[in-house]
């Protein structure tokens, strides 16, 4: 079963950065398999997908994030360097896997992965 284990979030103030990990263990096939993504979430919304990973590191940022959020990855970590925080950015953070064959396209909905950490809270004052 795959498991994946995000790290502390934080309460930052507007400008600042934070950096976000997700720890993954338990694949069932190669790591290299799986799409990565970001998701947030914030009371009474869906979840917001806002990056994805494939298995050559290439990326794909939604708008609201894209040139202030950076995401790499090795072998066991999913990381997310979020930089230039605004408040609009408060939220719950997941980091998610689905089993694709490694690559990630067209699959941004949070129905499309299969498997989620269990979230951390990233705030940003104003």
């Known amino acids: 079963q795959v498991q994946l284990v995000e790290s502390r979030g934080g309460s930052v103030q507007t400008g600042g950065s934070l950096r976000l990990s997700c720890a993954a263990a338990?694949?069932?096939?190669?790591?290299?398999?799986?799409?990565m993504a970001w998701f947030r979430q914030v009371p009474g919304k869906e979840r917001e997908w806002i990056l994805s990973?494939?298995?050559?590191?290439s990326t794909n940022y939604a708008d609201s994030v894209k040139g202030r959020f950076t995401a790499s990855q090795d072998y066991a970590n999913l990381f997310l360097q979020m930089n230039t925080l605004k408040p609009e950015d408060t939220a719950m953070y997941y980091c998610?896997?689905?089993?694709?064959?490694?690559?990630?396209?067209?699959?941004?909905?949070?129905?499309?992965?299969?498997?989620w950490g269990q979230g951390t809270q990233v705030s940003v004052s104003s």
């Open positions: 338990g694949f069932r096939v190669s790591r290299s398999r799986y799409c």
């Open positions: 990973i494939d298995k050559y590191g």
């Open positions: 998610a896997a689905a089993e694709t064959g490694g690559g990630c396209d067209y699959i941004r909905r949070a129905g499309d992965f299969q498997f």
